[in-house]
Nanobody, 126 residues
Framework: QVQLVESGGGLVQAGGSLRLSCAASGRTFSRYGWFRQAPGKERDFVAAIRWSGGIITYYEDSVKGRFTISRDNAKNTVYLQMNSLQPEDTGVYYC????????????????????WGQGTQVTVSS
């Protein structure tokens, strides 16, 4: 059974940092993404990574320079390091993985991901 399990969310003051983890079990993936969903809004792209054939990362414009997506192959885990957090970063953060096109560039599109975690809450206070 394939599972993605996120952890690392919490409450932090503006300017603080958190590191989210997404541990995969049941198989390995080459393409992962992080998305977030604020209350009353859609689930939006945050960051994505592909490492097979060379590492490629994409970021949503508002998180560039503040967030870093990375992967530990030995642990089959993807991370999202979030620095300089702002209240607008608040939301439920979801990890996603794509199994059908491992050689393709990372994707910003929700519909291209076929496995999702349960989400982890990130709350940034002002």
């Amino acid at each position: 059974q394939v599972q993605l399990v996120e952890s690392g969310g919490g409450l932090v003051q503006a300017g603080g940092s958190l590191r989210l983890s997404c541990a995969a079990s049941g198989r390995t993936f080459s393409r992962y993404g992080w998305f977030r969903q604020a209350p009353g809004k859609e689930r939006d792209f945050v960051a994505a990574i592909r490492w097979s054939g060379g590492i490629i990362t994409y970021y949503e414009d508002s998180v560039k320079g503040r967030f870093t997506i990375s992967r530990d192959n030995a642990k089959n885990t993807v991370y999202l390091q979030m620095n300089s957090l702002q209240p607008e970063d608040t939301g439920v953060y979801y990890c996603a993985a794509e199994s059908l096109s491992p050689g393709s560039p990372p994707s910003r599109l929700r519909d291209e991901y076929d496995y999702w975690g349960q989400g982890t809450q990130v709350t940034v206070s002002s």
